[in-house]
């Protein structure tokens, strides 16, 4: 029986382990892809230097978050989260700078953006799926 048990509560970590991982990656994907669409919403409307403060200041509410207190795993995704941050904050400010106003732009379109897109195709199996299309 303690046998079972000791099997059991390995399962249950690993399951737990990978679903944590599954959440982040999920987490971490969901940020770049919202940041996609709206970077190329403020593009459309005329709008980078408003993004870029916002941009900013979301930086800023997470470096709160980072001053807590957190377990090492917590710091280590809002490292994750905040490298990610810093680098579109940075990309819009470059955007900014090189003058965009349309998607077609070469410093838009050579950025690796990530969308969510419905998809027609059974990668998962399932029909009506969706998929994340990384582009640049």
Known sequence: METERLIIDNKLQEYHAKC???FFVSFLLSGQVYWSVETEAAIQENKLQEYHSKCHQQLLDVTQLV???LT?????SLGALVTLDVH???VIENLVKAGVTNEGDFEWSAQLRY???ES???YSGTHNAYLIQVAN
């Not at 090492?72 to 280590?76: G, P, S, W």
């Open 20 to 22: 944590y991982q599954l």
């Open 67 to 69: 001053r807590m207190d």
């Open 72 to 76: 090492k795993l917590q710091r280590v």
């Open 120 to 122: 027609s195709e059974a």
């Open 115 to 117: 969308y969510w897109l």
């Open 88 to 90: 579109g904050r940075d």
